[in-house]
């Protein structure tokens, strides 16, 4: 999407165009004949700068009944999709209306009968123009919002195998995603958290898959998120595959047992229909008591240390086994 004018920019743009076109005709035409092709002129390059710009405005948005799921949730997230629609119906309809008053307007240049009253019609078909582009003020702002908030998303592919971490702060997700991704993984930022996003991607059953971590979203209750939070929870839903939840059963990142059993309850509660993985992060650091907990409450699990790279091979093959159930060949 290119950058979004607000109203006053495309105003001055519309009148600037406007002001700068000129017809060449020979000196023996008539001067009310020329003031009329001039203000004629002029009269469409400002719609073309305003009506124009509009209708280009909304092309360039994807339609929005044909995204992905997942992106249909982001979109939810940032501007509300009920609100983007009716901003871009009205963003078409101010379009619209002002074709149709530089149709009037040079309907009527065909009335004037000396230039000043030529050059009348065109400033009465610029300040309708005007006054119709400032009544978009707020949708060229919703717009603009979008823009602004889509642009920095991460490049994550929904057609790709994604295997979604989570669990509390500390557990290990981010250091099995730099781990076994096959490049650097990139950090970016989602509309709805303020922190780092991982996605890394790695070859795994000799498919490409992303691996996400998303701190600030999967690793606190349910109840304790805001609107916003769950959104975006809903928004991962529909791009997850896999949620891979990492338990630390060391609780050396000051969470128990107990609370990360809390919140795998809560987060699987927002994936019902997606495969859950869980996995003992930090075994070599926990005694026996710890893991035996660990057991009685999620079952027994592959246990690994992210840290020195023990254990991420059967990581990797139960991901692979949960993948090809999902993506046979």
Do not use: C
């Not at 065109?122 to 949708?139: E, L, P, W």
């Not at 993984?185 to 991982?198: D, K, L």
């Amino acid at each position: 999407m290119p950058t979004v004018l607000n109203a006053e920019e495309i105003i001055s743009k519309a009148v600037r165009d406007a002001e700068r076109e000129e017809v060449e005709l020979s000196d023996r035409v008539p001067a009310i004949i020329k003031a009329k092709k001039r203000e004629a002129a002029r009269i469409r390059a400002a719609e073309k700068a305003s009506a124009g710009y509009l209708e280009s405005l909304v092309k360039t948005v994807p339609t929005i009944d044909n995204l992905h799921p997942f992106y249909m949730e982001v979109l939810e997230v940032l501007v509300g999709i009920a609100e983007a629609k009716a901003a871009l119906g009205r963003l078409s309809r101010s379009a619209r209306i002002i074709r149709e008053a530089a149709r009037s307007s040079l309907s009527r240049l065909r009335r004037p009968k000396n230039p000043k009253d030529a050059a009348s019609a065109r400033r009465a078909f610029i300040g309708r123009m005007a006054s119709i582009v400032r009544g978009a003020a707020a949708d060229l702002e919703t717009v603009a919002k979008l823009r602004e908030r889509m642009k920095d998303l991460p490049a994550a592919d929904p057609a790709v195998p994604t295997v979604v971490l989570a669990g509390y702060p500390g557990v290990g997700k981010s250091t099995i995603v730099r781990a076994i991704s096959s490049a650097k993984p990139e950090t970016r930022v989602y509309p709805f958290t303020t922190q780092a996003v991982i996605v890394g991607h790695a070859k795994i059953g000799g498919m490409t898959v992303q691996m996400v971590d998303t701190p600030g979203l999967l690793d606190r209750p349910i109840e304790r998120m805001n609107k916003t939070e769950l959104l975006a929870i809903t928004a991962l839903s529909k791009l997850s595959s896999v949620v891979a939840f990492i338990v630390d059963v060391s609780e050396a990142n000051a969470f128990t047992i107990d609370r990360q059993k809390a919140l795998y309850d809560g987060v699987r509660e927002s994936f019902p229909q997606i495969p859950f993985l869980v996995f003992f992060n930090k075994a070599d650091a926990a005694d026996q008591s710890q893991i035996a907990r660990a057991e009685s409450l999620f079952g027994k699990r592959k246990a690994l240390s992210a840290l020195t790279g023990e254990g991420l091979g059967s990581f990797i093959s139960e991901v692979e086994g949960a993948l090809k159930e999902l993506y046979p060949a």
